[in-house]
């Protein structure tokens, strides 16, 4: 079973474990990534282009299931305002091989991070906003699973 | 020729808009053409695309690099480089 | 914060997930073992040697916490009688990066495999019981670490 | 010697019992004499380690090899190969 989504509102973790859990056994691998609070961070913004983001994420998906044996992958993206401490991105990738479940996991949060079109914008306590400028290391990142 | 064009991130902020129908004018024909165009239209337009190479662009969803043509095409979506997931 | 347990009691994965998010920002890695019903396996026996595993459990633990930044570590093994579906292995792992959070959890499942002393009895659905023999596999993958 | 032996997964069904303390005759003071003693001793003990290569074993918690003296030790643990979490 394939899940992908975007969505603005909060990411049901425990939820989302429990659909994705359905019937399976074996391994599963899963990846949450949560909005740090640096530097005096109090909100930040995804913006993404929403047919893009969408196609984005189903090729993802589906690359990771032509690639390993998965019995059900989840990929669920937030979108929108957020604040420290809310859950960004839930990956969840379950397969009867522990090898296979944790390399799927690896290579689409690696790679969520350069395929999706997303833009961010960090909003600080003391009111300074900016839209954050690429990273070359997260290119680096997707790059070694040609 | 009329083109919609869609703006994201910081582009889409300093245009003062997500999306508009614009009406080509003969000669701008590919994406650096667009910018060109942009860039001199108005004040907005001057700071969006003072710098075209920090822009990206799609045409009807799927990246191009500057030369692309514009013909045929439904929907043009101007934005920084993306920042990832 | 660091929590360690082998217990007979089932696991708890969406208990285990709030005690280990308590405050905690960043990525999460986690990987989540259940028992297969492969070839008509009914029940899944695990022995362990108590001083031996919980002094095993704790040195992995900290082996992790010593090789990359943690902020919070779970590791819950369950030992005696399953059924398949059950939750053998419960690995957290929570980090500022999701590199540390992804290799610490990884690492921890690999060397669980080899390092925690455990012993597994399978009994099928034809009444058949057997010792399951110690896997080369599993030595390979855990000397990756070195 | 008073020695106490514990026994896990096969071994331990073999041996009908996880534990028992025996009293060690003089002579056997190392893991390779414990196990041919206990081979020796009566039928479980024949059953259990009628192959020693397939047993491993560790003494008040450490891990090891056949030649370990068995002078000081309080527990000596008699298993197969783990199989792991």
New interface residues.
Partial sequence: MIRVAMQAAAIDVGAELDLHDAGGHGASASFIGRVRGDDGLVELFLEHHPVMTEAGLGDLAHAAADRWQLAALTLIHRVGAMAPGDTIVLVLASSPHRSEALAACEFLIDRLKTDVMLWKRETFEDGRAAWVEARMGDEVRAERWG | MALNI?Y???V?ERMGTADEVVDLPVGITDLTALLSWLAARDARGALAFAEPQRIRA?ID?VMMGPGAPLAGAREV?L???????
Avoid: H, K, N, Y
């Fill in positions: 869609s994201f991130a910081w889409r799609a969803g979506a934005f920084p480089p993306v920042t990832g997931g």
